[in-house]
């Protein structure tokens, strides 16, 4: 069965993916895409493809199998419960919503319709990297894990666009939730401390320094830095008992000349997670072709989403704060643990 997906969101990533939907994976047509910018998603619209005025017009089409929702994450929530109110499977860019009320009120749907209609954006957890990080983790030779160290550095972001809450409620969460995934525990509460402020980025607070404490007892510490000139940098490594486990750094030609050994530097997340990004569509048309969604849930969108809330708190409060989550609705799967 081919799936016809509606894109809403025709920007940055927007684009990128109706790319991946048309020229890289099979069983997929994008038939209908919208956007506030309705010039942008005429031109973003793949040949054949319907231009719809509004989001709803888009989500209730008979054109319309299933949704793809790439617009800012404010505007999350209501395509969301649009979503679900229609019974279609959606792939929701991360973050899921941006608070934990909003969160509840998409996993309070869902629960109510029954079936798993949601896969959030993580497309971290479908790298190849970390796919192998988690499995050296899971293996358990190395003992416990006792503390992850997560560097996330974006070269530049947008001026203006990009605020100073960005950081950490729409960077921030991919470290929330790989920390959550590559640990199978999860975040009890959050310390942030601001260093120096950088003059790359203007008035835009930055870097950030935030310490995750896990259920667990381990600690996980996410450098956040959002206009570090040189490239986007992602690094992990996880430091247990008797061993470390780090992703590699990212396999790339080495460029030998006068000037020495060199290796290029991805520009941006386009570029160090292509494969990724394929992954994470190939599951999720799987399962949007059987009416259902795998993968990062509500469940994960909401968890991430209380780590960014508890994060602006300490930004303010400059102490810990504590998270507390609701209990873990059967359609999501048994709690995680690892006890010690
Ligand atoms: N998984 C990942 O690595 C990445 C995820 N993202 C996420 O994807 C989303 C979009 O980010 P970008 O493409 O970078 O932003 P962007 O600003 O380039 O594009 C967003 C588009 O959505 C449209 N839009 C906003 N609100 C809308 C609404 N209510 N209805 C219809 N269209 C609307 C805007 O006009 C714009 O064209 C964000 O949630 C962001 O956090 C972005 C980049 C990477
Ligand atoms: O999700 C993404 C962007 O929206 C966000 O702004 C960047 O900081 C992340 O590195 C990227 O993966």
Same mark, same amino acid.
């Given at each position: 069965m081919m799936l016809r997906v509606g894109v809403i969101g025709t920007g940055m990533i927007g684009q990128d993916h109706i790319r991946r939907l048309t020229k890289v994976l099979s069983?997929?047509? @994008?038939?209908?895409?919208?956007?506030? %910018? $309705? #010039? !942008? #998603?005429?031109?973003?619209a793949p040949e054949g493809a319907q231009v719809f005025d509004t989001?709803?017009? =888009?989500? +209730? &089409?008979?054109?319309? %199998?299933?949704?793809?929702i790439c617009s800012w994450g404010p505007a999350h929530e209501e395509q969301l419960l649009a979503c679900i109110a229609a019974g279609k499977p959606v792939f929701c860019e991360k973050p899921l919503v941006?608070?934990? /009320?909003?969160?509840l009120r998409v996993m309070e749907a869902e629960c109510a319709f029954g079936r798993r209609l949601v896969q959030v954006g993580f497309m971290r957890r479908f790298d190849a990297d970390y796919r192998r990080l988690k499995a050296v983790i899971d293996g358990g030779t190395l003992g416990l894990p006792l503390m992850y160290h997560s560097t996330h550095r974006n070269?530049?972001?947008?001026? +203006? =666009?990009?605020? &100073? /809450?960005?950081? $950490?409620n729409d960077t921030l969460v991919h470290d929330a939730d790989i920390s959550r995934w590559l640990l199978s525990d999860e975040v009890a509460g959050v310390e942030v401390r601001l260093p120096r402020k950088s003059r790359q980025g203007g008035e835009l607070r930055d870097p950030h320094f935030v310490l995750l404490h896990m259920a667990s007892g381990a600690l996980v510490d996410v450098e956040i830095s959002v206009n570090i000139a040189y490239g986007y940098d992602i690094r992990g490594e996880v430091s247990c008992e008797t061993g470390i486990a780090a992703l590699p750094n990212r396999p790339a030609t080495v460029v030998t000349d006068a000037n020495g050994y060199r290796q290029a530097i991805p520009e941006d997340w386009r570029e160090r997670f292509i494969e990724a990004y394929d992954q994470e569509f190939r599951e999720w048309i799987v399962a949007a072709v059987q009416g259902t969604a795998t993968g990062p849930s509500t469940w994960d969108g909401y968890a991430a989403t209380l780590v960014a809330d508890a994060a =602006? !708190?300490? @930004? %303010?409060? +400059?102490?810990? /704060?504590?998270?507390?989550?609701r209990d873990k609705p059967a359609l999501y799967g048994l709690p995680v643990s690892r006890a010690a």
């Open positions: 069983g997929v047509q @994008v038939t209908a895409v919208t956007d506030i %910018d $309705l #010039a !942008r #998603a005429a031109s973003a989001p709803n017009a =888009l989500i +209730g &089409s008979d054109s319309v %199998d299933a949704v793809v941006t608070s934990a /009320e909003a969160a070269a530049s972001v947008p001026p +203006g =666009l990009y605020t &100073s /809450e960005m950081p $950490l =602006l !708190r300490a @930004v %303010d409060s +400059g102490v810990f /704060e504590k998270i507390t989550m």
